[in-house]
């Protein structure tokens, strides 16, 4: 099985500070098809999950481009620079590319 | 509009079987696959299985023992079915409509396994 492992666990902000979030992989995610199924998705407190980013670096409808998905192979980040109140909460690597597994989450937290 | 919605039992016995419904709505099982995904009490996400457009299943490798996944296209629902439930298996459960991405998402249904 691969196994998503995000760092930090929690990342206490300030507003208006940039955050990064890494995700690396136990086996690249490198499709047979040449495409990398990767993606971020953010959960609000008593939320469903919602999606921020997929294929590594796409940003899905809507999304601000403060939210900068990056990295190849068995290693990726999230970066959000300007942190604002409504991206407070837990985020979620998630790979489809073998058997789909999320990671552990990531609690982005006011300091 | 995208909408799915989960329905189901709040509660259900150990050993027993869990049976949840998803229907949804503006758009075809025939078109996007649905997928379930839970979350137990304060603790992180689990992929568990998907419905494909085309019919085809395919399930969390942990749990394949125990998880059935159908679905009937002229009412737009697809059904999980779960046996053998222990407590670790209380959970919120989703399902989420996938194409380049969960994209939608319904609000969950809570399930508590207890006697």
């Known amino acids: 099985d691969v196994v998503l492992t995000q760092t930090p666990v929690a990342q206490p902000v300030t507003l208006g500070d940039q955050a990064s979030i890494s995700c690396r992989s136990s086996q690249s995610l490198v499709h047979s098809n040449g495409n990398t199924y990767l993606e971020w998705y953010l959960q609000k407190p008593g939320q469903s999950p919602q999606l921020l980013i997929y294929?590594?670096?796409n940003r899905f409808s809507g999304v601000p481009d403060r939210f900068i998905g990056s990295g190849s192979g068995s290693d990726f980040t999230l970066k959000i620079s300007r942190v604002e109140p409504e991206d407070l909460g837990v985020y979620y690597c998630?790979?489809?590319?073998?058997?789909?597994?999320f990671g552990a989450g990531t609690k982005l937290e006011l300091k | 509009q995208v909408q799915l919605k989960e329905s189901g039992p709040g509660l259900v016995q150990p050993s027993q079987t869990l049976s949840l419904t998803c229907t949804v709505s503006g758009f075809s099982l025939m078109d996007y696959s649905v997928h379930w995904v839970r979350q137990p009490p304060g603790k992180g996400l689990e992929w568990m299985g998907r419905?494909?457009?085309?019919?085809?299943?395919y399930y969390n490798s942990a749990l394949k023992s125990r998880l059935s996944i159908s679905r009937d296209t002229s009412k737009s629902q697809v059904f999980l079915k779960m046996n053998s439930l222990q407590t670790e298996d209380t959970a919120i459960y989703y399902c989420?409509?996938?194409?380049?991405?969960?994209?939608?998402w319904g609000q969950g249904v809570m399930v508590t396994v207890s006697s």
């Open positions: 294929k590594v670096s």
């Open positions: 419905m494909k457009y085309d019919g085809d299943t």
């Open positions: 989420t409509r996938s194409y380049y991405g969960y994209t939608y």
């Open positions: 998630f790979q489809a590319t073998h058997e789909n597994t």
